[in-house]
């Protein structure tokens, strides 16, 4: 069995993404609660674009999931505080500007946690930065939800506290607070953001770009453990992701690629897991085993550039943006479930 890069720290991250998931899932919850509980036409309204970025970002945190690939539960003290949340918010005792309250409360937790995954995967890794990228997104977002939901809490406790509507020009303050967020945060960081999911090629170059990232980690260490810890993740990483293009991606494009092509690609595959399985045969301090990586890169190279080039163009020429993105849904999918898998045999072996 080979090593992995699935240390405490690399999984102290799994688990606090499996913590956003969670989260997240309870803020949507809450958002569908809101709008049925609001009488005021304005708050609604942002609640509702509030509520279709949240849906979309659970996809987002789903895509990061299986890009970093450790797949993780979240924490039991945030299952138990989920629950006393719910519980809260389905009871009658708080008024709603309370449970508005109690929500911007739980945004800003996700807010941090977002943040603080992003300045961990600094210290831990290049190729863990690489898998995390799309988090910048929902980042971004849930600053901006906090800024919304400050003028929103202004206008409940203002109306709670004195029947009287609140000052008109809360929410021009609103707007001007999201127009500096955006200036920190940058355009790079909300590009694509009104999309519901990544298309295939999205997803298929995030992979790409993460074992690019791992081969050059491995070539510039000489610690014999770090190698064999960064081929464990190449390993892992390549298993799962020519199991889902084989699963997924290639018998879709197979009629518009054609025959010869995409068996080319289905061949230079099978061709990476035999490398594979001679690299793991290899001590990790031989002398070889570094040519071996390099032999396996360049192969890796040649395959991306093909596909990143003949093959995307065929997606791009014959699947529409609806269609790219459901192969995107079942290649996660795919991605996910080998995951599981992997890490069910390993603690087999264990």
Do not use: C
Request: no cysteine.
């Amino acid at each position: 069995m080979v090593a992995t890069l699935d240390d405490t720290k690399r999984s102290a991250i799994g688990m606090k993404l499996a913590d956003m998931k969670a989260l997240q899932e309870l803020i949507i919850e809450n958002e569908q609660l809101f709008l049925r509980e609001s009488t005021d036409s304005e708050i609604s309204e942002r609640f509702r674009k509030m509520l279709e970025d949240d849906q979309k970002n659970i996809g987002i945190l789903d895509t990061v999931i299986v890009q970093y690939g450790i797949q993780s539960q979240p924490e039991k003290t945030v299952t138990q505080m989920i629950e006393t949340v719910k519980k809260l918010m389905q009871a009658s005792e708080l008024s709603f500007y309370e449970k508005v309250f109690q929500h911007e409360l739980l945004k800003h937790q996700q807010t941090m946690s977002g943040l603080t995954i992003h300045k961990a995967a600094q210290k831990v890794g290049a190729d863990v930065m690489m898998a995390i990228g799309p988090l910048n997104t929902i980042n971004f977002e849930n600053r901006a939800h906090q800024e919304q939901l400050k003028g929103v809490l202004e206008v409940l406790g203002v109306r709670e506290l004195t029947g009287q509507d609140a000052d008109q020009g809360i929410w021009g303050r609103v707007q001007d607070a999201m127009a500096a967020l955006s200036g920190v945060f940058g355009s790079a960081v909300t590009q694509g953001s009104d999309k519901s999911d990544m298309n295939i090629q999205d997803l298929i170059r995030l992979d790409h770009g993460k074992v690019n990232t791992l081969f050059t980690q491995l070539l510039a260490t000489n610690d014999a453990q770090k190698i064999q810890e960064y081929f464990g993740q190449i390993y892992k990483d390549l298993l799962v992701h020519s199991i889902a293009e084989e699963q997924v991606v290639y018998p879709a494009v197979r009629p518009y690629y054609g025959q010869d092509n995409t068996q080319e690609l289905y061949d230079e595959q099978a061709h990476f897991r035999v490398l594979l399985d001679e690299i793991k045969a290899t001590n990790a301090s031989a002398p070889e085993f570094k040519d071996k990586i390099r032999k396996l890169m360049d192969e890796v190279g040649d395959h991306i550039r093909q596909e990143e080039s003949t093959m995307f163009a065929t997606i791009r020429n014959n699947f529409s943006t609806e269609q790219s993105e459901q192969l995107a849904t079942q290649f996660k999918a795919a991605k996910s479930e080998e995951q599981q898998k992997m890490a069910k045999e390993s603690g087999m072996m264990k």
